[in-house]
């Protein structure tokens, strides 16, 4: 549903990035054409909510029919604008966006119930309290690159199922598919104006801000602040899904056949393109050496073709194409700085064109490196030795970044003590980035990987206004704390305070 208005003049054209054709044009809108879109979604807004849940609900199941049904052409259009394999298309982000589909339908309505509250209070005695969820009203959500389905438009669907209008800016780089699942919205019964795709680069994204009540935002940590302080301006809420720099320990007791599967699997999915990638991992030193041999023989296996259906590569290319360069730079400064890359290293794929870098293993690093420091947003799994877990626990906080974390050990509650010390949003024991396919279970980051998160209840009372109501039936016609003020009341009140506040110890 995105506008194109006579206004429009500028295009982007969208580049297949594992073989650099271009497979698009779609329309770069400026701060009128947001607006536009914005009114527009405003007034549809009311009737999208006078739906109330089940008519909304209603739709959202049908458009989870829909995605299924049309399972090719959606995982076509994301293989197309991001040069993922087709396996990651289909894993983590039609499987994510079909049940996020039907989860949000069922779950919204529980999650934005009317809440009884009770107060310890004397005052308010016989007195009816209550939580209310109202929808914010005009929700905008801005997506990054990485998955254009999953932190797109997987974050706009709890937004409608509470009822708000939605705004999406996808990423420059990948706006086809958004534009796609707005089309099969309208088909499912989506009203016209309540889902609306504003393509553009940045500029766009920062219009969108100044144009709606609530921001949620997936990107970087440099974007995420501007995004808030541009927000601040109007006192616009913010989420925000940032950086991340996960860590990930294996204790001397791991199943290391697992942990090693895991870090490869999480550190390569998606090209290692995912916020809450393994992006470095710390071994205790009695599995050192196993462990790194365990990875190698499995790195050197990956598949890093470009992706021609099902089963065709196992790493695809690399969406972004100035990420290259930050993933060059990493793996070029860990080696100045005396790494050795025992797989990959180099760009792949000379002259067939699109955008590539290698799966790629380092062992012998460490914390005066970038690739252990900064979000590297690549194929790349720095190792690094540790003589205990004190050290593991150490070096894993010394980050910038808070998003996720994993613990291998085959003691489950050693692994969550462990865990239970780590400076991330989430942690898995024995596991990794599968707590983000638990929609019950909040994900975010903190320190600087983010503020807010997705998914559970605060997933979409974050789209809401709370809204406190107090309903008196029973009272007099005058509070004893009212108008007099007289000296008798006033001791009244003050032996009440003692009687219920006053009977515990200074000590
Ligand atoms: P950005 O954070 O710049 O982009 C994210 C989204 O914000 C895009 O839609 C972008 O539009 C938009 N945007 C850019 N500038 C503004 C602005 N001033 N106001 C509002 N919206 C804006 O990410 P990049 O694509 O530049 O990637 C940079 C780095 O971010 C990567 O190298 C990676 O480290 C990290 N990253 C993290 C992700 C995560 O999941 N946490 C996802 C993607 C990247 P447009 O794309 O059109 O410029």
Known sequence: MAVVTEQTVREIEVENPATGEIVGRVPDLGPEQVADLARAARAAQPG??????????????????????????????????????YEDALVAEVMYGANALGFWAKQAPRYLADERIRSASPLLKGKRMALRYRPIGLVGVIGPWNYPLTNSFGDCVPALAAGNAV????????????????????????????FSVATGRGETGAALVDAVDMIMFTGSTATGRKVMARAAETLTPVSLELGGKDPLIVLADADLERAANSAVYYAMLNGGQTCISVERVYVEAPVYDEFVAKVTEKARALRNERPAGPGTTDVGAITFSPQVDVIERHVDDARAKGAQVVVGGARGHDGLGGHWYEPTVLVGVDHTMDIMREETFGPTLPIMRVADAEQAIRLANDSPYGLGAAVFSKDAARG????????????????????????????????????????????IRKYTRQQALLISRLHPRKDVHMYPYTAKMTAVLGKLTRVLYGRGKRA
Do not use: F
Request: proline share 4%; net charge neutral.
């Open 416 to 459: 969550e003590a462990v865990a239970r010390r780590i400076d991330a949003g989430a942690v898995c024991v024995n596991d990794s980035n599968v707590n983000y396919t638990a929609l019950e279970l909040p994900m975010g980051g903190v320190k600087a990987s983010g503020l807010g998160s997705r998914h559970g209840a605060g997933g």
């Open 48 to 85: 999208w909510e006078a739906l109330g849940y089940e008519g909304r609900g209603r739709v959202l199941r049908r458009a989870q029919k829909w995605v299924v049904d049309n399972v090719d052409r959606v995982i076509e259009t994301i293989v197309s604008e991001t040069g993922k394999a």
């Open 167 to 194: 705004i999406l800016k996808p990423s420059e780089i990948t706006p086809l598919t958004s534009l796609l699942l707005a089309d099969a919205l309208r088909e499912c019964g989506v009203p016209e104006g309540v």
